[in-house]
């Protein structure tokens, strides 16, 4: 049978604050607490549906018991009317410690170690189940902005981070509109209370200030466009599937206009078996416009992501490949490529009221892979990351906050091999 399954161990960050709003109380509150949180992306207008049965689950449903009575008629909700427009609130707050070893011949390493505010976010969202809309709307209060590159001088901002509007008309296939995250890498799609460490990959997240040399990582993050999708992944039997095809501005999040007119397109398809096994694959083509008026250039990226999830008892495995290559049509240069793996793994220990999950990542990034060019007399290869990262998440069985503690080991070759090994304490609440 086929099914848009709303109990799928995984899913998108796009909407999971879905489920939070469902676990209110309200009339979708019975059903709803039942679920995963933060597993799910669900439109707010597909939770009355569910509760009347006109949507088949292939994994939440609950055959009755033998001795249950027959011929009862079955009750079924009332619809709702339609000017009643559902509201509710989130927010994030992740604040910590970070310490990175101090590296003598560069004073913008290690000289900053302290607290630390990385997001302090909040949020609305709702919708309308007569109209089949749902809706999304947040803030982030702690976007560092820099003065210049490499330097701790600087202060934070508050920017727009999501800003979208959703039509459903059947689970299948849906319309999103407005600002929101490029569904281009696996990494970067993941919700932070699925997180086994404090940060993203370095290749996804790339070098932030006082840790290195500042280096931006191959995240597409927020974008203004459209996206085509289904609200839940579509399932036949224990199989399922879900799509995202994404046209967008792709000059980045809260641009005023498009750089060019020249819409960027993002694709991708994840396959997964039941709540244990999710497979992804993306692909990326975009030409950016750069520089100020009237020295315009031309910037062109073609890239690809894949990645894989695995969930088995408490064993937790996640892993990812991706690529971008830019090429420079107006000045010629040499393209640059941008690659990136990691693998990382947990077991999560179920230790009374304070679930434990130790883990372990090996990341590589190499900002300009493949680049060659003896002439400048510069080593490419010497840009090449390794990362070993030690964690340790604590988690509440009954509070929406959790602690990470985490060492990473670096390496580059020579002659850059910066020491700047780094520990992170975080903190964080989800609501």
Not at 64 to 89: C, L, M, R, S, Y
Not at 414 to 421: G, V, Y
């Amino acid at each position: 049978m086929l099914t848009a399954s709303a109990g799928h161990e995984f899913g998108s960050s796009l909407t999971a604050r879905a489920l939070t709003f469902a676990k209110r109380k309200s009339s979708f509150g019975p059903l709803m607490s039942r679920l995963p949180i933060a597993r799910l992306s669900i439109p707010v207008f597909l939770f009355n549906s569910i509760l009347t049965g006109t949507q088949a689950s292939a994994s939440d449903s609950e055959a009755p018991p033998e001795n249950a009575p027959t011929g009862d008629p079955v009750v079924q909700a009332a619809p709702p009317p339609a000017d009643k427009w559902e509201i509710a609130h989130f927010g994030v707050v992740r604040a910590g410690y970070d310490s990175v070893s101090e590296d003598s011949r560069y004073d913008f390493i290690g000289r900053n170690n302290g607290f630390a505010l990385h997001n302090a976010r909040i949020g609305l969202f709702g919708g309308n189940a007569a109209h089949r809309l749902s809706y999304e709307l947040s803030i982030e209060g702690a976007v560092d902005y820099q003065e210049h590159v490499n330097t701790p001088q600087g202060e934070l901002d508050v920017r727009l981070r999501e800003a979208y509007v959703r039509y459903d008309p059947v689970p299948w296939a849906g319309l999103q509109l407005g600002q929101f995250k490029a569904p281009l890498a696996g990494e970067e799609l993941r919700d932070y209370r699925d997180l086994m460490f404090p940060s993203r990959a370095v290749a996804q997240e790339g070098i932030p200030v006082g840790r290195g040399f500042q280096e931006r990582g191959i995240a597409v993050d927020r974008q203004v466009g459209l996206m085509l999708s289904p609200s839940l992944p579509i399932f036949l039997g224990p199989f399922g599937v879900r799509y995202y095809g994404m046209i967008m501005n792709g000059n980045g999040a809260n641009q005023l206009l498009d750089d060019n007119g020249k819409p960027g397109l993002v694709a991708r398809v994840e396959l997964l078996h039941g709540r244990n096994v999710k497979i992804g694959g993306a692909v990326l083509k975009n030409e950016r416009t750069v520089g100020q008026l009237p020295n315009l250039y031309t910037e062109k990226d073609t890239g690809f992501a894949a990645d894989a999830e695995v969930r088995f008892r408490g064993l937790h495995a996640f892993g990812q490949l991706a690529k971008v290559k830019t090429s420079f049509p107006t000045v010629g240069a040499d393209d640059r490529t941008q690659e990136g793996f990691h693998v990382e793994v947990g077991y999560r220990l179920q230790l009374g009221p304070l679930p434990l999950t130790p883990a372990y990542r090996f990341a590589r990034f190499h900002p300009w892979a493949g680049a060659f060019n003896p002439a400048n007399g510069v080593n490419y290869d010497a840009f090449r990351l390794d990362y070993h990262t030690l964690g340790l998440r604590i988690e509440h069985s009954r509070l929406p906050m959790s602690g990470y503690l985490a060492y990473t080991i670096t390496s580059e070759p020579e002659p850059r091999d910066l020491k700047n090994n780094y520990l992170q304490v975080l903190g964080q609440v989800i609501w």
